[in-house]
């Protein structure tokens, strides 16, 4: 339990649930303190003016009509209705003439023009009177009660109830959003967690808000997707180089034996090794060129061009080598205007020619269609236990195993389209294979 409140105090979360509603009633208090300072300033004023003018009434009354006529206003105005008028007119013995009180108040002095406060014993609020002393020493005390005073200490109370609910429900609401937050990161932690120690598919679950924490998990997860990739294709990459790579540089080391144990053979044999080596080259510059694909490092240089006449180049320069092996390549479809890198999708459809020709060996039909282009060739095609892995880099179908080529080509051509948003289809076209690249529209 002690843990767990030091855990929740260190939070920032949790101090920023506390600080922040304490800082609000710090600013709360200022302005109140201003605006009240004005308010009673403002009510003060109002009620000495009150105060003043209704003493400086009864004078003139009492000068004008004399005392009879003092003594009924006074009765009149001391029995109205819930007033808040004080009157008190006494003769020069201090004895009650007329009035609401009945009692010469103690701390007020009977003095002309003598101002004073006191408490109404009967009702217990503060009085702010002013005294009058009329002709054969009777004595008049004017006051009003002190609402002001009372405005103050609602307004007190009222901002003290204010405060009070203000900081419970900003705290409460605080830590209940800061507790939402801190479940959300100790979904991420775990997770990190997880994949930490060796569970490399677990992903952090998203709670479907589709706000920015969930939009933070989705970029995680996309990221965590990228990494797994990233490390799968170098285990495979790994162990394929390395089963690959022996088949050339055994032949490799074997024609450099070769080379002096018979003199007229080393141009062949020299040859023979060079072209070894070009292969082990071509085989690393493809690894190369995928990784930066499945990475991401190649960005796409778009450009808008005609899909048809990309095809074209590229008919143009596979047909003689078709043609050689005795078969045809033609190329249908229609013209198709999209924004793609030229120089990835040509090395594409290079690659699913190379292929058809490869393992097809037959006549080869390229297709141009909105935002595709297929290959077709009308040979044996691929058994079905093997066609989901064929974009798998180093994979070979068991029908190719022997045949040339590291098996990177598919794996190139899915990283590409994938790169312009789209994805690799490969079926058998029953006679034959067909590969289609689809962008995205």
């Known amino acids: 339990m002690t843990r767990s409140w030091h855990t929740m105090v260190r939070s920032p979360f949790t101090r920023w649930a506390i600080i922040m509603p304490l800082l609000m009633c710090i600013v709360v208090t200022i302005f109140g303190v201003l605006a009240f300072r004005e308010t009673q300033r403002a009510l003060i004023n109002e009620f000495q003016t009150a105060l003043r003018e209704e003493v400086l009434n009864l004078e003139l009354l009492y000068r004008e009509e004399g005392f009879t006529a003092l003594k009924k206003s006074i009765d009149r105005r001391a029995h109205q209705d819930e007033t808040q008028r004080v009157y008190l007119l006494t003769n020069a013995r201090g004895e009650y003439i ?5 009692i010469w108040p103690r701390n007020v002095p009977i003095r002309d023009d003598a101002e004073a406060t006191f408490i ?8 702010a009177a002013e005294v009058i002393l009329l002709y054969g020493d009777n004595q008049l005390l004017v006051g009003r009660r002190a609402i002001h005073e009372q405005v ?8 003290l ?4 609910l203000m900081l419970f429900s900003a705290t409460a609401a605080g830590l209940l959003f800061s507790r939402a937050i801190q479940k959300r ?8 967690n997880t994949i930490r120690l060796g569970h490399q598919q677990s992903r952090i679950a998203l709670a479907g808000s589709n706000d920015e924490i969930d939009g933070v998990i989705v970029e995680l997860n996309a990221l965590l997707d990228q990494q797994e990739k990233l490390l799968t294709y170098a285990r495979q990459s790994s162990s394929a180089i390395a089963h690959d790579l022996r088949q050339p540089l055994s ?5 450099l034996l070769e080379i002096g144990t018979e003199p007229q053979q080393d141009v062949l044999v020299k040859q023979e090794a060079l ?5 082990i080259l071509a085989m690393f510059s493809a690894i190369l060129r995928l ?39 033609t190329l249908s479809g229609e013209h198709c205007i999209i924004a793609i890198d030229r120089e990835l999708i040509f090395a594409a459809l290079c690659n699913l020619i190379e292929n058809a020709n490869r393992y097809g060996q037959s006549q080869i039909d390229v297709l141009i269609s909105p935002q595709a282009i297929t290959v077709r060739d009308y040979g044996q095609g691929v058994a079905q236990s093997d066609l989901d892995r064929l974009s798998e880099p180093f994979f070979k179908a068991e029908s190719s195993r022997n045949s040339a080529g590291h098996g990177l080509g598919l794996a190139l051509v899915k990283a590409i389209a994938e790169l312009h948003g789209g994805h690799l289809i490969l079926r058998n076209a029953e006679p034959g294979f067909m590969a289609t690249l689809q962008l995205a529209s």
């Open 120 to 127: 109404d014993p009967t009702t217990g609020e503060k009085v």
């Open 251 to 255: 032949l490799l080391r074997g024609k």
């Open 185 to 192: 990161l100790a979904a991420i932690h775990h997770t990190a």
């Open 98 to 102: 007329a009035g609401n009180l009945k």
């Open 291 to 329: 990784g930066r694909l499945e990475s991401g490092a190649q960005a796409l240089q778009l450009e808008t061009i005609d899909l048809k006449v990309l095809a074209e180049d590229v008919v143009e320069l596979y047909q003689p080598l078709i043609e050689d092996a005795g078969h045809t390549l």
């Open 152 to 159: 103050a200490r609602h307004l007190i109370q009222n901002y």
């Open 161 to 164: 109830w204010l405060c009070a």
């Open 275 to 279: 072209a070894q080596l070009d292969q």
